[in-house]
């Protein structure tokens, strides 16, 4: 399996879809409420069962702050992941069991998988942990994962409609001034260690001597993903795998970043764009800062600007691999088949908490951006005019210059 991304999946849900007859929504009016089959219990009322079964010393405590300590969401939150996956995790192919015989519960299935997602532990460990033979715990994740990347969809998608183009835009702007831009672009590196004898270890070592995965997200001011490429080997850059993508073909044929114009005064426009940083190439989507050591004080003011938008996308990365360490740490020896598959289904959950507008997050306290250190790289490909045309529109105008 090569990289994917967002078209690839919804190519996949679409299949799944035409097997068997399945309810989606756009991602600008989620019904985020359980189904009534699943409102018949509650995790409250389960959560006191699995502590005893699963967690002996937690038994005097199995409360909602114990809960939320061990999940850092809420029980709200996961009852929702839980009607996503009920169907599939519950099917009679998966009717697996702990070490004693007894059967799991859909709370026990997704807990486990959380658990194992969540802290990045081992299968070994989190079978032990759980009551659990490892080969169950893989299972479960295996079905959940493939389940959610089809069923949560919708939580990961570009905004199709203009009212939540606008929303999007206009936080952006809070963020870093910077007028109709649509969005962040960065890339982080999921680590691994792979065999000595696998013979394409060498693609996968990038510039900091390690051997990663890259994940290539476009993100907004909320810190939601709106695009994901996932799976490219950590020795490509950021402006091949940028070219290499969905997003980037979509905007070249004017499927992406092609709505409604910002006038900044007089007979000038800007159109629809996003930014990134200086590895990636100036396109007339994709905005990145002035290059040299002789700039003007406008472009040291939009180049300014500009970083703090794209601090939103490193921002996303941190909180990811905060909520979800099976990606933080260094991966022992992964399937890279399934990989950015697992790098989705944690996209997803990440948006999922943002979209239930989870107070268990709102209340965490996170790292100060600490995700991976990698120095960076200049992009190396020649600017294009209608990029330069418009950062210098979108320069002039921060300045109060005359837009020419």
Same mark, same amino acid.
């Given at each position: 399996?090569?990289?994917?991304?967002?078209?690839?999946? @919804?190519?996949?849900?679409?299949?799944?879809?035409?097997?068997?007859?399945?309810?989606?929504?756009?991602?600008?009016?989620?019904?985020?409420?359980?189904?009534?089959?699943?409102?018949?219990?509650?995790?409250?009322? #389960?959560?006191?069962?699995?502590?005893?079964?699963?967690?002996?010393?937690? @038994?005097?405590?199995?409360?909602?702050?114990?809960?939320?300590?061990?999940?850092?969401? %809420?029980?709200? &939150?996961?009852?929702?992941?839980? %009607?996503?996956?009920?169907?599939?995790?519950?099917?009679?192919? &998966? %009717?697996?069991?702990?070490?004693?015989?007894?059967?799991?519960?859909?709370?026990?299935?997704?807990?486990?998988?959380?658990?194992?997602?969540?802290?990045?532990?081992?299968?070994?460990? /989190?079978?032990?942990?759980?009551?659990?033979?490892? &080969? &169950?715990?893989?299972?479960?994740?295996?079905?959940? /994962?493939?389940?959610?990347?089809?069923?949560?969809?919708?939580?990961?998608? #570009?905004?199709?409609?203009?009212?939540?183009?606008?929303?999007?835009?206009? @936080?952006?702007?809070? /963020?870093?001034?910077?007028?109709?831009?649509?969005?962040?672009?960065?890339?982080?590196?999921?680590?691994?260690?792979?065999?000595?004898?696998?013979?394409?270890?060498?693609? #996968?070592?990038?510039?900091?001597?390690?051997?990663?995965?890259?994940?290539?997200?476009?993100?907004?001011?909320?810190?939601?993903?709106?695009?994901?490429?996932?799976?490219?080997?950590?020795?490509?850059?950021?402006?091949?795998?940028?070219?290499?993508?969905?997003?980037?073909?979509?905007?070249?044929?004017?499927?992406?970043?092609?709505?409604?114009?910002?006038?900044?005064?007089?007979?000038?426009?800007?159109?629809?764009?996003?930014?990134?940083?200086? =590895?990636?190439?100036?396109?007339?989507?994709?905005?990145?800062?002035?290059?040299?050591?002789?700039?003007?004080?406008?472009?040291?003011?939009?180049?300014?600007?500009?970083?703090?938008?794209?601090?939103?996308?490193?921002?996303?990365?941190?909180?990811?691999?905060?909520?979800?360490?099976?990606?933080? =740490?260094?991966? #022992?020896?992964?399937?890279?088949?399934?990989?950015?598959?697992?790098?989705?289904?944690?996209?997803?959950?990440?948006?999922?908490?943002?979209?239930?507008?989870?107070?268990?997050?709102?209340?965490?306290?996170?790292?100060?951006?600490?995700?991976?250190?990698?120095?960076?790289?200049?992009?190396?490909?020649?600017?294009?005019?209608?990029?330069?045309?418009?950062?210098?529109?979108?320069?002039?105008?921060?300045?109060?210059?005359?837009?020419?």
């Amino acid at each position: 399996m090569g990289p994917i991304n967002n078209k690839k999946l @919804k190519s996949k849900k679409k299949q799944a879809m035409d097997v068997q007859s399945a309810t989606t929504c756009s991602s600008s009016s989620l019904n985020l409420t359980p189904p009534l089959s699943q409102q018949q219990q509650h995790p409250s009322d #389960w959560w006191p069962d699995f502590t005893k079964r699963f967690h002996g010393s937690l @038994k005097e405590s199995a409360d909602s702050q114990t809960f939320e300590s061990m999940f850092k969401m %809420s029980m709200k &939150t996961f009852d929702y992941i839980c %009607s996503l996956v009920k169907e599939k995790m519950m099917a009679k192919t &998966t %009717s697996l069991t702990d070490v004693n015989g007894n059967p799991l519960s859909l709370y026990d299935k997704v807990a486990i998988v959380l658990t194992r997602l969540g802290s990045g532990e081992s299968l070994k460990w /989190v079978g032990r942990s759980l009551n659990l033979n490892q &080969t &169950t715990v893989a299972q479960l994740t295996k079905r959940f /994962v493939d389940t959610l990347i089809i069923q949560g969809l919708s939580h990961l998608e #570009w905004s199709s409609t203009e009212c939540a183009m606008d929303d999007i835009k206009r @936080k952006l702007e809070k /963020v870093g001034g910077l007028p109709n831009c649509c969005g962040a672009i960065d890339t982080t590196h999921v680590l691994m260690s792979l065999s000595n004898a696998d013979r394409s270890t060498n693609v #996968w070592c990038d510039r900091e001597k390690n051997q990663s995965m890259t994940i290539q997200a476009i993100v907004d001011a909320d810190l939601k993903f709106r695009d994901i490429v996932a799976g490219c080997p950590g020795r490509l850059t950021d402006e091949h795998i940028h070219k290499q993508s969905a997003f980037f073909e979509r905007c070249k044929e004017g499927e992406r970043l092609n709505g409604k114009k910002r006038k900044l005064s007089v007979g000038i426009e800007i159109e629809e764009y996003i930014v990134g940083s200086s =590895g990636f190439p100036l396109l007339k989507w994709l905005i990145t800062p002035y290059q040299g050591d002789m700039l003007s004080d406008s472009e040291v003011k939009f180049n300014e600007m500009l970083l703090k938008t794209q601090m939103v996308a490193k921002e996303a990365f941190v909180r990811l691999k905060e909520n979800w360490k099976i990606i933080k =740490g260094v991966m #022992w020896r992964p399937d890279r088949n399934r990989l950015p598959l697992i790098i989705f289904a944690c996209c997803i959950l990440h948006n999922i908490l943002i979209d239930m507008e989870d107070e268990v997050q709102e209340k965490h306290v996170f790292s100060h951006l600490q995700d991976l250190d990698y120095r960076p790289v200049l992009c190396n490909s020649d600017d294009d005019q209608n990029g330069l045309v418009l950062r210098e529109k979108i320069s002039a105008y921060l300045s109060g210059r005359s837009v020419q």
